[in-house]
T-cell receptor, first 114, second 111 residues
Framework: DGGITQSPKYLFRKEGQNVTLSCEQNLNHDAMYWYRQDPGQGLRLIYYSQIVNDFQKGDIAEGYSVSREKKESFPLTVTSAQKNPTAFYLC?????????????FGPGTRLTVT | QQQVKQSPQSLIVQKGGISIINCAYENTAFDYFPWYQQFPGKGPALLIAIRPDVSEKKEGRFTISFNKSAKQFSLHIMDSQPGDSATYFCAASKNAGKSTFGDGTTLTVKP
């Protein structure tokens, strides 16, 4: 089945630790995105990548880092510099430019930092 | 600066009623306006989308109405069902680039 996988579904970390969230897609999409979702606040863009080995900051990039070494993978690291990391994290992908613009979302990772 | 404003934040409708969610945008360069549906604990999924060259698009019980001059678009859910209870997000993008999302509307359809 084609789609986006995120692992793990639930993640618990102690404050001060870096943590990496996985996102893999087998849709052959060029573009990938990371969003953070907090209750009542919608989807906020953290980072996005439109091509391998290139990525751009979104609206709330501080305290996060990404890499795009392979087309199918776009891991997100939540660093200890992120002041309030507890949230639901969503990865998405799209065909990229010259396409409809539709984004396909993964099932999300709920991160809890205590 | 929020470029897509969505209202209402929450909506309660009786089964069989019409649910209406509205969005307003600012950037006239936007050329793709999707609506996503999200169930609790899941990722959003595309429900229906429209481009600015048409004023309305219908898919089953779901209709998007688009008003280019007013820079507004809305989602209408006819004959709303309890299974439609979810959070709905409008979005806008240009040139199939990154999307700007509204804050979401939590819809509850009472049986």
């Amino acid at each position: 089945d084609g789609g986006i996988t995120q692992s793990p579904k639930y993640l618990f970390r102690k404050e001060g630790q870096n943590v990496t969230l996985s996102c893999e897609q087998n849709l052959n999409h060029d573009a990938m995105y990371w969003y953070r979702q907090d209750p009542g606040q919608g989807l906020r863009l953290i980072y996005y990548s439109q091509i391998v080995n290139d990525f751009q900051k979104g609206d709330i990039a501080e305290g996060y880092s990404v890499s795009r070494e392979k087309k199918e993978s776009f891991p997100l690291t939540v660093t200890s510099a992120q002041k309030n990391p507890t949230a639901f994290y969503l990865c998405a992908s799209s065909l990229g430019t010259d396409s409809s613009g539709e984004q396909y979302f993964g099932p999300g990772t709920r991160l809890t930092v205590t | 600066q929020q470029q897509v404003k969505q209202s209402p934040q929450s909506l309660i409708v009786q089964k069989g009623g019409i649910s209406i969610i509205n969005c307003a945008y600012e950037n006239t360069a936007f050329d793709y306006f999707p609506w996503y549906q999200q169930f609790p604990g899941k990722g959003p999924a595309l429900l229906i989308a429209i481009r600015p060259d048409v004023s309305e698009k219908k898919e089953g019980r779901f209709t998007i109405s688009f008003n280019k001059s007013a820079k507004q678009f809305s989602l209408h859910i006819m004959d709303s069902q309890p299974g439609d209870s979810a959070t709905y997000f409008c979005a806008a993008s240009k040139n199939a680039g990154k999307s700007t999302f509204g804050d979401g509307t939590t819809l509850t359809v009472k049986p």
